[in-house]
């Protein structure tokens, strides 16, 4: 049962694997890449695929996608690419419009799960691993800009995965291809937390934890899969929704043994591991499923609040069935785009 835990990354292109993952794994979600099709017809017949093999498994999967706008992009190449949320944040209406825009396409396209948005401070330049992807240089200004956006997926029942807790911008490191190591935690619980503790307050469904070494907080061991970190959003600020990893295939965490990372968070009380798909992650499953350490009563409550985001958000496996105008979502991109 553990399997519906997993958020697999389709880094493939081959149906075989992506069926496999379904029907005989039955993984709890798939995320998309913009390597998975060439336009949005392919983009539409893949997630109708996704659909059908998982309805006829008798369970319902969760499709997400990273979808920021600018430099994390992945829609097809039909839609004009919006500019960062950086960008519009002195004008509340045009975030707003910002994350309107992006919930339309992927509730249309019946993607539920969109990991974003970003409630990391910007403290670096723009090409920082999260620079202009923020919503702010502030933590209040970061505060103000997100919340509304938040809301305007909710309203498409789309469920928005904040990120990366307890916040990257109080590193330089990149995060994709090293584990920062932050020292000093004054300023990180002073400022970089409150964005997740008021989205929390406001009852955010997800939270994605970053991959950060805090000595003071999660000891040697990275933050996305410590049980320090679980306790603290359970303990610290009374969060009882899911939890997630970010993706294990990233920076020094790829080299590791990926089952035994799975493992780790798993009986550290994640409740969804984020893993792009790699060779031996078949065989990885396979050797968990004989495993008589895991932690049988995470499963069960994973599960259990699997279930309830399915429920809230009104999830199915009804296959794309509104035609989506797509020069109709280009003119809003354009008008504002150009607003800037």
């Given at each position: 049962?553990?399997e519906?835990?997993?958020?697999?990354?389709l880094?493939?292109t081959?149906?075989?694997?992506?069926?496999?993952?379904?029907?005989?794994?039955h993984?709890g979600g798939?995320?998309?890449?913009s390597?998975?099709?060439?336009?949005?017809q392919?983009?539409?017949?893949?997630?109708?695929?996704?659909?059908?093999w998982a309805e006829e498994?008798?369970?319902?999967?969760l499709?997400?996608i990273?979808?920021e706008?600018y430099?994390?992009?992945?829609?097809p190449?039909?839609?004009?690419?919006?500019?960062?949320?950086?960008?519009f944040r002195?004008n509340?209406?045009?975030?707003?419009?910002?994350?309107s825009i992006?919930a339309?396409?992927?509730?249309?396209?019946t993607?539920?799960v969109?990991f974003?948005?970003?409630?990391d401070?910007?403290?670096?330049?723009?090409?920082?691993?999260?620079?202009?992807r923020c919503?702010?240089?502030?933590a209040?200004?970061?505060?103000?800009?997100t919340l509304?956006?938040?809301?305007e997926?909710?309203?498409?029942?789309?469920?928005?995965?904040?990120k990366?807790f307890?916040?990257?911008?109080?590193?330089?490191?990149?995060?994709?291809y090293l584990i920062?190591?932050?020292?000093?935690?004054?300023?990180?619980?002073?400022?970089d937390i409150?964005p997740f503790?008021?989205?929390?307050?406001s009852?955010?469904?997800?939270v994605?934890?970053g991959?950060?070494?805090i000595?003071?907080?999660?000891?040697l061991?990275?933050?996305?899969?410590?049980?320090?970190?679980?306790k603290?959003l359970?303990n610290?600020?009374?969060?009882?929704?899911?939890?997630?990893?970010?993706?294990?295939m990233?920076g020094p965490?790829?080299l590791?043994n990926k089952?035994?990372?799975?493992?780790t968070a798993?009986?550290n009380?994640?409740?969804?591991?984020?893993?792009?798909?790699?060779?031996?992650?078949?065989?990885?499953?396979?050797k968990?499923?004989?495993?008589?350490?895991?932690n049988?009563t995470?499963i069960?409550?994973s599960?259990q609040l699997i279930?309830?985001l399915?429920?809230k958000?009104h999830?199915t496996n009804?296959?794309?069935?509104?035609?989506?105008?797509?020069?109709?979502i280009n003119?809003?991109?354009?008008?504002l785009?150009?607003?800037?």
């Open positions: 049962m553990f519906r835990m997993l958020f697999v990354g880094n493939t081959d149906k075989n694997i992506i069926k496999k993952l379904i029907k005989e794994y993984v798939v995320i998309l890449y390597k998975n099709y060439h336009n949005y392919e983009m539409i017949c893949l997630i109708n695929q996704i659909h059908t498994e008798h369970y319902t999967l499709i997400g990273d979808e706008g430099r994390v992009n992945r829609l190449k039909e839609f004009v690419n919006l500019k960062s949320p950086f960008a002195h509340l209406n045009s975030i707003t419009e910002h994350a992006i339309h396409i992927l509730a249309k396209s993607i539920h969109n974003a948005p970003v409630l401070i910007k403290r670096f330049p723009d090409n920082h691993a999260i620079g202009d919503f702010g240089a502030s209040n200004e970061v505060i103000q800009n509304p956006y938040i809301e997926f909710k309203k498409e029942n789309v469920i928005p995965v904040i990366h307890p916040g990257h911008g109080a590193t330089k490191t990149n995060s994709h920062p190591v932050i020292w000093r935690t004054k300023r990180l619980f002073k400022e409150l503790t008021k989205a929390i307050d009852g955010i469904d997800a994605m934890i991959h950060f070494i000595p003071q907080f999660s000891l061991k990275p933050t996305s899969i410590s049980a320090k970190t679980v603290y359970r610290n600020l009374h969060y009882s929704n899911i939890i997630m990893t970010d993706d294990l990233m965490l790829k590791a089952a035994k990372l799975i493992k798993i009986n009380g994640i409740n969804m591991v984020m893993i792009k798909y790699y060779d031996n992650l078949f065989f990885d499953i396979d968990l499923r004989k495993c008589q350490t895991l049988k995470n069960t409550s599960i279930d309830n399915i429920i958000y999830i009804d296959l794309v069935s509104d035609s989506l105008n797509i020069d109709e003119r809003r991109i354009n008008k785009n150009n607003s800037i």
